[in-house]
């Protein structure tokens, strides 16, 4: 994608597309646009075919191809030349109830349509685009698995089937001339009776179409070749192309699908990952344990917390128990000023506080915290994660935030990297953080405190 057609979308759409997956971009049609398709689907009666109906009722569809909001969307995720891989069809009716089966594709197509941002240059081969021409409901919708065009490992059986969906599925909310631009790899389902929701799929220029090249008669030097050199250059000579095999002696052609790729970790029982949390984490990129710390172990956190707060005035300069305010990310990157856009509320009057020292407080407030050091808990998903001879790098802190405090600002992108290694997940390194509330609980100043990290 040329830097000219990613300004055909803003910097949050193009943000978005690359971390979520998908774009909603609201009312793209006019009523008299949705109101001639759905009049049109009315009079023919059928769910597909709608480019090669006879007229008048062809007319609406085929106009959608050539409408300016969506062939800029097209243009920039795509690429100028992209082409329709797929003619559009209403969206038929899933399952009814919670159980949503999710497509995931054949290897070849996640390969084929893949979506990948290198250095800032995006390459998008193919996407889905779905189009309401009424209000979704109660009653169904399209179901998406947001951040999954950006995976590395395939996801567990009983995810793709519905059984355990892990809180990873979005179900957006569509009015009636709304549009849903998808990543084609992305995962997505249907969950009962979406209503009329047309769905077309598009590629790049440089993709190969699902149905494939218009086939040609074959050059003479290629009738020479033998049938698997025949199918190797087949796609730029004849069209027509096939799957060569070999055992490193011979090759023949063959009719066969490729397998999803499965991994057999060559790991012990202390450092295997639990395919659920494998999959949510290379997909979203965190993991939430639930219950890890008991009522008990919670209160004498917060007592611990709170002691901590009683003895500010005590605290000589540079004791590691003081508050230390930190300023922002993006007020330390921006010359000590707020962007311009930044709303009052996320500028705040103070900088975010927080509390070191934590291993240091006198017993037994010190206990709490100690206790997280080497947790099993902690320590079976880090063994995966980071690998065996992880090492805490900082001492813990605890932020609390008073009335006033500004927002916290994205941050990321250091330079520990994330890599996938025959199959297995590499991190550099990773950060720990323990909820000592559950939900927002104000005390003393309007204080409140949040995640120890």
């Not at 008299?32 to 009315?42: F, G, L, S, T």
């Not at 990773?430 to 405190?449: I, K, Y």
């Amino acid at each position: 994608m040329t830097a000219d057609e990613k300004s055909k979308i803003d910097a949050d759409e193009d943000y978005g597309f690359d971390v979520a997956g998908f774009i909603h971009v609201p009312q793209v049609l006019s009523a008299a646009d949705v109101a001639a398709c759905n009049e049109a689907i009315d009079a023919v009666g059928r769910d597909a075919g709608m480019l090669e109906w006879p007229a008048p009722h062809c007319a609406p569809f085929q106009g959608l191809q050539q409408h300016p909001v969506l062939t800029s969307y097209l243009e920039a995720l795509c690429g100028s030349g992209f082409v329709m891989d797929r003619p559009p069809t209403l969206v038929a009716d899933g399952p009814e109830g919670t159980v949503v089966p999710l497509t995931n594709g054949p290897p070849e197509d996640r390969r084929r349509l893949r979506y990948a941002n290198y250095n800032g240059t995006r390459e998008s081969r193919g996407v889905r685009i779905f189009l309401a021409l009424e209000p979704t409901s109660k009653d169904g919708g399209v179901v998406l698995v947001t951040a999954s065009h950006n995976r590395s490992t395939e996801p567990p059986a009983d995810f793709l089937t519905g059984a355990d969906d892990l809180g990873m599925t979005e179900e957006p909310e569509l009015q009636a001339g709304d549009v849903l631009i998808c990543a084609a790899t992305m995962l997505c389902g249907v969950r009962g009776r979406p209503g009329r929701v047309i769905e077309t799929q598009y590629v790049s220029a440089r993709t190969r179409p699902t149905a494939g090249y218009p086939q040609i008669d074959s050059p003479e030097w290629a009738t020479e070749l033998t049938p698997g050199q025949q199918a190797v250059v087949g796609t730029r000579t004849t069209g027509r192309g096939g799957t060569v095999l070999s055992d490193g002696e011979r090759t023949w052609v063959a009719q066969v699908e490729e397998q999803p790729a499965t991994v057999a970790y060559n790991l012990d029982e202390n450092s295997l990952p639990d395919p659920h949390e494998l999959w949510f984490w290379d997909v979203r990129g965190y993991l939430i344990l639930r219950g890890v710390m008991d009522e008990e172990w919670l209160a004498a956190a917060n007592r611990a917390v709170d002691y901590a707060l009683d003895i500010q005035d005590s605290l000589p300069e540079g004791h590691p128990s003081r508050i230390e305010e930190v300023p922002e990310q993006a007020l330390r990157e921006n010359d000590w000023q707020w962007p311009e856009d930044t709303s009052p509320r996320l500028g705040g009057e103070i900088n975010r506080p927080r509390i070191g020292g934590l291993y240091q407080l006198p017993a037994p407030h010190c206990d709490p915290f100690r206790r997280m050091i080497g947790h099993p808990a902690i320590v079976k998903r880090l063994n995966w994660i980071l690998g065996y001879g992880f090492r805490e790098s900082t001492e813990p802190m605890c932020c609390v935030y008073p009335t006033g405090t500004t927002g916290g600002s994205l941050h990321g992108q250091n330079p520990g990297s994330h890599t996938v290694f025959n199959g297995r997940q590499l991190v550099e390194q990773t950060n720990v953080a323990w909820a000592l509330h559950g939900r927002v609980c104000r005390f003393r100043r309007g204080q409140r405190r949040v995640p120890l990290r």
